[in-house]
């Protein structure tokens, strides 16, 4: 039941009962016979029972938002806990790899003098090949501005901060604490290099100043909790700033996909309205309380609203429980965007067709290699348009 409906029950009957007791004494005033202690008890029968409808409904949206509150958070630690899983066995396979190479070492020999030893590319900072086209580059050296293509853009130089979900997450790139997605066994996004915003970040120049994307996280949830995941958290906002104080030149925001599949109140869109701090449920109202954090806390920055890639049931668009479509939350987020005057970089057109969503995603969400390097050139080219 919608929570605003549940708030008249209450006024509506008592005033219903206040007039009828009213009536009745009217009568009697005016000498008819009455039955005024039945009709009394009647009414206040009514009366308790809608009392008590609203108390157990009120009481059934509370569990409801807590169980769903518990299920959220026992989800993204179970992703954590796994992350440190992978970390684990990567390591421990590194370091088997790494003592494999010192005894092939010993038993070669130590490099002939008119050998030049080759470079140690530390293994967090191995270099890779960025797939659109092809040119060596390094996640770390990306992200501090220091590597980009080898063409001058008006964006070079300047610093991106980026809020998102689990699409926008990699591992060792997102603050300490935060679900991550990327990498994932079943997905061909192996480095950072080959994730879209790292490919933004390579074609623009730009460097990364947060990249505050938080797997499973929706606009929904509380707004104010210190630990809430949600985007239209005071948390999630004011992480985007750097560690050293850095405001972001350049604001992504990619949110809402979580809030579709978890079928959240789409809600209606009147024009601009002031949000208060409470938990949201309602995606438009979270979203715009969202925007309206951003534009005050970074009033500066240049914010971009991201619309959503499709999501799939065979080669249709899928519906949510609540009857709507990506389309729908995409709509919505156009006409927010729109009534602060905040650019729109439409992903939901970059090229990814819904029957072709098992070719670019590895589960019908999550974009595999192919897939974020049509994301990446997509925003690329819409970014360099506006800059």
Not at 88 to 113: C, I, R, W, Y
Request: aromatic share 8%.
């Amino acid at each position: 039941m919608n929570r605003n409906k549940k708030r008249y029950i209450l006024p509506i009957v008592f005033c219903t009962a206040a007039l009828f007791v009213f009536d009745v004494n009217a009568d009697a005033a005016a000498g008819v016979p009455q039955a005024d202690s039945v009709q009394s008890e009647a009414a206040g029968d009514i009366w308790q029972q809608q009392a008590e409808l609203a108390a157990a409904n009120e009481e059934a949206y509370r569990k409801a938002q807590e169980q769903y509150a518990a299920e959220l958070a026992a989800y993204q630690q179970a992703l954590l806990e796994q992350q440190a899983r992978e970390k684990k066995e990567d390591q421990a396979q590194q370091n088997l790899a790494e003592a494999e190479n010192v005894k092939t070492e010993e038993t070669d020999g130590a490099a002939s003098p008119t050998e030049a030893a080759p470079a140690v590319i530390p293994p967090a900072q191995s270099l890779q090949t960025l797939p659109q086209n092809g040119t060596i580059a390094n996640g770390r050296l990306i992200a501090a501005g220091l590597l980009s293509a080898p063409v001058e853009t008006p964006l070079k130089g300047k610093s991106i901060s980026i809020l998102g979900d689990s699409i926008s997450t990699y591992q060792g790139y997102i603050p300490s604490g935060y679900a991550c997605f990327y990498p994932e066994t079943q997905n061909d996004v192996k480095d950072v290099t080959q994730t879209w915003w790292m490919q933004v970040l390579y074609n623009t120049g730009m460097r990364l100043a947060v990249n505050g994307s938080y797997s499973a996280s929706a606009v929904c949830g509380d707004s104010q909790a210190e630990d809430s995941s949600a985007g239209c958290s005071t948390r999630r906002i004011n992480e985007l700033m750097g560690t050293d104080g850095t405001v972001p030149d350049v604001i992504l925001v990619y949110m809402g996909a979580n809030d579709f599949f978890r079928s959240m109140e789409l809600g209606k869109f009147n024009g601009m309205t002031g949000r208060g701090e409470k938990y949201y449920t309602n995606f438009t109202e979270g979203y715009e309380l969202m925007i309206q954090k951003l534009l005050r806390t970074y009033p500066a920055s240049r914010i971009y609203c991201m619309t959503l890639i499709e999501a799939n049931s065979g080669d249709h668009p899928r519906i949510n429980e609540k009857g709507n479509t990506i389309a729908d939350f995409n709509q919505r987020i156009k006409e927010i965007a729109a009534a602060y005057g905040l650019p729109v970089i439409d992903v939901h057109n970059c090229g990814m067709e819904v029957y072709e969503l098992n070719h670019y995603t590895s589960d019908g969400t999550h974009p595999n290699k192919e897939g974020a390097a049509k994301m990446a050139n997509y925003v690329t080219a819409m970014l360099l348009q506006t800059a």
